[in-house]
């Protein structure tokens, strides 16, 4: 079956630190993966997506790659803001599905 | 474009009252799902419609829930005899289908709607 498997937190990291949340997923086939971010009070919103092998997925100075060999898609940032305060989720979707699978979720803290 | 909106926020209710949620996704996206979302943990998906039809249904969406989407527009998702159980964040997503190659089309979530059911 599918799932996601995420680094538990919550993590707080002081400004300017340098961010990774792990993320491994189990899926037959090739799917898409995805990071989500939700702020306080607001829906959930895509961060950024790979869809094939050794692709990066980049967005507000965040990254991750796609990487099959370990089923891994972790979440980088490298000097974390106060404005970076959210819960992210790791998610993936099955080629042809149309749900996601998302993982649990980890809250991150960022203070000054 | 306002986003996806969800009414109502926030509902209380009491065990075995009949609940109704709307969604409102992005005007022109044809798709439209409903996720549910329970303290500590991620959404889980419940169903999802292409246009007015209901193409997926999930497990977890027992006999009790039953959701519509008439017109293609707007969905409803209904709750009969709420257990406490039912108690979780109720999240709908629409995003725009191009069935052409292997492609994603990025689901947008609305804020949700809180149900605690006492």
């Known amino acids: 079956g599918n799932s996601v498997t995420q680094m538990e937190g919550p993590v707080t990291l002081s400004e300017e630190a340098f961010l990774t949340i792990n993320c491994t997923y189990t899926?037959?086939?090739?799917?898409?993966l995805f990071w989500y971010v939700q702020y306080p009070g607001e829906g959930l919103q895509l961060l950024l997506k790979?869809?094939?092998?050794?692709d990066k997925g980049s967005n507000k100075g965040f990254e991750a790659t796609y990487r099959k060999e370990t089923t891994s898609f972790h979440l980088e940032k490298g000097s974390v803001q106060v404005s970076d305060s959210a819960v992210y989720f790791c998610?993936?979707?099955?080629?042809?599905?149309?749900?996601?699978?998302f993982g649990t979720g980890t809250r991150l803290t960022v203070i000054p | 474009d306002t986003g996806v909106s969800q009414d109502p926020r926030h509902k209380i209710t009491k065990r075995g009252q009949n609940v109704t949620f709307r969604c409102d996704p992005i005007?022109?996206?044809?798709?439209l799902y409903w996720y549910r979302q329970t303290l500590g943990q991620g959404p889980e998906f419940l169903t999802y419609?292409?246009?007015?039809?209901?193409?997926?249904k999930s497990r977890l969406l027992s006999d009790r829930f039953s959701a519509e989407r008439p017109k293609g527009s707007f969905s409803t998702l209904e709750i009969q005899r709420t257990e406490q159980g039912d108690s979780a964040m109720y999240l709908c997503?629409?995003?725009?289908?191009?069935?052409?190659?292997?492609?994603?089309?990025?689901?947008?979530f609305g804020p949700g709607t809180r149900l605690t059911v006492l």
């Open positions: 998610a993936l979707s099955q080629t042809g599905a149309n749900n996601l699978f």
């Open positions: 997503a629409s995003s725009s289908f191009a069935p052409s190659g292997r492609s994603y089309n990025e689901q947008f």
């Open positions: 005007s022109e996206h044809n798709r």
């Open positions: 790979a869809t094939k092998a050794d």
């Open positions: 419609f292409q246009n007015e039809a209901q193409l997926e």
């Open positions: 899926a037959t086939g090739y799917p898409s």
